[in-house]
Nanobody
């Protein structure tokens, strides 16, 4: 079992930056690839970014490419999502998820563990 807890959400102005974190406990975190997803009110959950267990490879949704950066510190059991140039349409609850599947995982159903989410609100 892996427990995931997100933090760092809040209110930020458009054009600003925010870093959200996902801290893991339980089994060896470095065994897991991690993804970030988000869900806005009335919308389906969507993929944002993913990182391999080693941190050597990442992938991003087209809507955040060039603005968001995912990274991890396995020594601290933590994955980060740095969000720059935020837009009002980035407003959502952001979730991290973990999977033992190999490589970069985009599909939500392939993730085994999920955090409770952290709200990010971008004001215009």
């Amino acid at each position: 079992q892996v427990q995931l807890v997100e933090s760092g959400g809040g209110l930020v102005q458009a054009g600003g930056s925010r870093r959200v974190s996902c801290r893991a406990s339980g089994r060896t975190f470095s065994d897991y690839a991690v993804g970030w997803f988000r869900q806005a009110p009335g919308q389906e959950r969507e993929f944002v970014a993913a990182i391999t267990w080693s941190g050597d490879d990442t992938i991003y949704a087209a809507s955040v490419e060039g603005r968001f950066t995912v990274s991890r510190d396995n020594a601290k059991n933590t994955v980060f999502l740095q969000m720059n140039s935020l837009k009002p349409e980035d407003t959502a609850v952001y979730y991290c998820a973990a999977t033992q599947a190999a490589g970069l995982v985009v599909a939500g159903p392939r993730y085994d563990y999920w955090g409770q989410g952290t709200q990010v609100t971008v004001s215009s």
